[in-house]
């Protein structure tokens, strides 16, 4: 089949995959809430700082660009915007291609393979670092690819290299794998400085791109001095965890790029790698997608390897640049019929996952034995019915509303309700610390005259363990369903500080002893079915 041929076919079937996932995530928009991670990044908002135990504050600063008048931060709102940023992504894959000089056809068949995959099709519907960090990536690798093969001395070549070191900078203030991205591009000017003669050598020895790298590391310098002068808190946190190295976690990080790229994808991304490495010298583009690739790569691999903490998707950038690369000529590339399987294998896997949350019915096919608490989904439905709740309940409390803390077991309910009700006082009993405990130490709220405690079936403690000095007040439950099965069922339960009950007399209301009892004989207070 002619090039031309093969480009406008991939070109038509990027367009019908992007219309086709732009619809799903905006319908997903209306009904799914926040995941535990995005409402975590979301409770940045309220607590504006350059880092966090995970990541650093730009996710943050972007979320509270989201905040509605009355100061909550609608998923609504935050996914359709997502769902445009996540939509462009594979045009950007595309433009980075064309920049490395991919051939027309090629380029967009990188960007298909981006489209569909999981990980970017999927996991980017989220509100996250990576999502801040996927445009950034691919803008660096198009920047500068473009500049060093600009004519020497034009105004577009400067301006394109000044740009990339730029937003190299806006990736490393986004999530600390972007450093490596600095890195990287620090590394393929060097090579190119010290390469024969040409005008990429030119560039490579000009100061445009080391003013641009410049700027990028003053974009992320606050990042870097928050976790200096602290001791390494986000290091600690997330490489440095209890447990140390796990050949099963290594082996189980390794398998889960079968489902975040798909198994076929998988075969492909390794072949180009290979390939990709053999003909680094061929070209200024090729030397480039190598080394942005490798470094990433290799640091990336290794960290998710040692890391107990780590996740599958934490190589997701390195295979963005991959992706990239795999458009140049001479790098490998499937057959037709090999291609056709790899991105309908992909797409197939991206429909599932669409389908498992959207469709409330997919619960049927968990087995009757299957407990849905642990199903991922289940995370992004309920959580409007019990913020109304656990604000009825701080309602009925005769108590000025600095005198009441809400308080979870566990980051991931601490950081829904957060992101639920920013102007309540949330703390955070999380095993291991969080920043919840910055927020509002734990000090503090077990002290407090009023503490409701929100749990759910995925966590054994009540709060009795972490209140001693606290009494039961009431109880109430509100169960969470999703096509006819029990997806969560949730623990609401108001403490109150001893001191505060035999102040004048005061005790256990008749209507708080009864809804208690009423909770523990049915087993039930309050039972909301929501069901998507």
């Known amino acids: 089949m002619p090039a031309r041929d093969t480009g406008d076919d991939a070109r038509r079937a990027l367009w019908a995959c992007t219309v086709i996932l ?8 209306t009904r799914v809430g926040f995941g535990d991670s995005e409402a975590l990044y979301v409770a940045y908002a309220a607590h504006p700082q350059p880092a966090y135990l995970d990541h650093p504050g730009m996710v943050g600063v972007v979320a509270a660009c989201f905040r509605g008048a009355s100061g909550v931060i609608s998923p609504l709102r935050v996914h359709l915007a997502t769902s445009v940023v996540a939509s462009a992504v594979p045009w950007l894959t595309v433009l980075a291609a064309r920049s490395l000089g991919a051939a027309r056809g090629r380029a967009y ?9 999981p990980e970017t099709a999927v996991g980017l519907f989220a509100l996250t670092p990576d999502l801040l960090l996927a445009p950034t990536w691919l803008a660096t ?12 001395g034009s105004t577009r070549g400067a301006a394109s290299l000044v740009g990339a070191g730029l937003s190299a900078g806006v990736a490393a203030a986004s999530k600390v794998s972007g450093a ?57 946190h997330r490489i440095a965890a209890p447990g140390g190295p796990s050949l099963l976690h290594a082996a189980l990080v390794t398998a889960g790029q079968l489902a975040y790229v798909s198994p076929l994808l998988l075969y492909w991304a390794a072949l180009a790698a290979r390939s990709l490495r053999s003909q680094r010298g061929a070209s200024v583009a090729h030397d480039v997608g190598w080394r942005t690739f490798a470094l990433p790569a290799v640091v990336l691999l290794a960290l998710s390897w040692l890391s107990p903490r780590s996740e599958p998707h934490w190589i997701a950038p390195a295979l963005l640049t ?8 001479g790098v490998w590339s499937p057959s037709p019929k090999l291609g056709r399987r790899a991105l309908a294998v ?15 019915q997919s619960s049927r096919f968990v087995p009757r034995q299957a407990d849905l608490r642990w199903d991922i989904a289940s995370e992004l439905y309920g959580w409007p019915d ?19 803390v809400v308080v979870g077991p566990h980051w991931t309910v601490c950081a829904q309700i957060a992101a639920a009700m920013p102007d309540v006082q949330v703390g955070c009993a999380t095993p291991t610390g969080d920043d919840f405990d910055d927020w509002m130490p734990r000090a503090r709220w077990r002290k407090a005259p009023y503490v409701v405690w929100v749990t759910d079936n995925r966590f054994a403690e009540d709060g009795a363990g972490e209140l001693p000095l606290h009494a039961v007040r009431s ?33 256990l209301s008749p209507a708080s002893a009864s809804s208690e009892r009423s909770s523990s004989s049915s087993g039930l207070g309050v039972v909301s079915s929501l069901s998507p």
């Open 22 to 29: 732009f619809a799903l995530r905006v319908y997903a928009s």
């Open 109 to 117: 068949v990188a960007g298909l393979a981006v489209a569909v995959a």
């Open 141 to 152: 690798i198009a920047l500068l690819g473009f500049g060093l093969r600009a004519p020497s």
């Open 180 to 236: 490596l991205l600095v890195l990287a591009v620090a590394w393929a000017l060097v090579a190119r400085a010290r390469s024969q003669a040409s005008p990429a050598r030119g560039w490579a020895r000009s100061a445009w791109p080391w003013l641009g790298l410049a700027a990028g590391a003053a974009i992320s310098l606050p990042v870097a001095l928050w976790e200096l002068t602290r001791g390494h808190p986000m290091l600690t």
């Open 322 to 329: 991959l992706a990239v690369a795999a458009g140049l000529d």
């Open 346 to 360: 992909a797409a197939a896997v991206t429909s599932l996952a669409f389908a498992w949350v959207l469709v409330p």
């Open 386 to 404: 019990v913020a109304g709740r656990v604000r009825q309940e701080r309602a009925s409390l005769a108590a000025e509303p600095h005198e009441i």
């Open 475 to 507: 109880r109430t439950r509100v169960q969470i369903e999703r096509g006819g099965r029990v997806a969560r069922v949730f623990e609401i339960v108001i403490y109150e500080r001893r001191a505060v009950s035999r102040a004048g007399g005061m005790g």
